[in-house]
């Protein structure tokens, strides 16, 4: 039973070119969060969706960054117009549902813009 | 909003060396999980603990949600124990795990 799936597991891009990442969530999961980790720092939230819907996203930047999860393939969590400062790993976690709180990590993307 | 505390902020024992990390939170979760971030960065769930002990092999943790902290010991030290371990809790009402810092452990031969 594969557990979350992320990819790409690096990626490269120049300052103002788009960055895309995906998730897909463990089997039987419906409930999607993005985290963010700068450089020797914690996690951060960004966003937690559901499948076509949108929960919450009062850690997402306002501008350059959004995220979807459609009805069928992978959440996409998308940032527009790159800055070195984006530059982190994007780290992804699924549950179940929201009563069953345990959520479980991918390996992250680490996005580094040069 | 809440506030994860974890400490030490870092910690070197020698290789056999047993340790306790702790962490604090200033309300009340629904959920609390220790994680083991390795050196590849890859976040390793070690527990899901909101309250009570649990122990899988050489690590065990306790949460006394009552007094808003949790423990996670780790006995006889490995090598391969070296990284940053994230308690991370849920707080009610919230969507998002909040995370503490981190512990950076080495282990050393």
């Known amino acids: 039973n594969a557990g979350v799936m992320q990819n790409p597991r690096h990626l490269v891009r120049r300052r103002g070119q788009e960055a895309r990442l995906r998730c897909s969530p463990m089997?039987?999961?419906?409930?999607v969060y993005w985290y963010r980790q700068l450089p020797e720092e914690g996690l951060k939230f960004m966003v937690y969706?559901?499948?076509?819907?949108?929960?919450?996203e009062s850690g997402m930047p306002k501008e350059r960054f959004s995220a979807e999860f459609p009805k069928e393939g992978p959440s996409i969590l998308r940032i527009q117009q790159v800055v070195r400062g984006d530059s982190a790993a994007y780290f992804c976690a699924s549950s179940a549902d929201r009563d069953s709180y345990e959520q479980y990590f991918g390996p992250g993307t680490r996005l580094t813009v040069t | 909003g809440i506030q994860v505390e974890q400490s030490p902020p870092d910690l070197i024992l020698q290789e056999g060396a047993n340790s306790t990390l702790r962490c604090n939170f200033s309300d009340s979760v629904n959920n609390l999980q220790w994680f083991h971030q390795n050196p590849w960065g890859q976040l390793i769930n070690l527990f899901y603990i909101p309250s009570g002990t649990k122990q899988n092999g050489r690590l065990s943790a306790t949460t006394v949600a009552t007094e808003r902290y949790s423990l996670l010991y780790i006995s006889s030290s490995q090598t391969t124990d070296s990284g940053v371990y994230f308690c991370a809790v849920d707080p009610p009402f919230n969507n998002d795990m909040r995370f503490g810092a981190g512990t950076r452990l080495t282990v050393k031969p």
């Open positions: 089997k039987g999961h419906s409930h």
């Open positions: 969706l559901q499948k076509e819907n949108i929960i919450d």
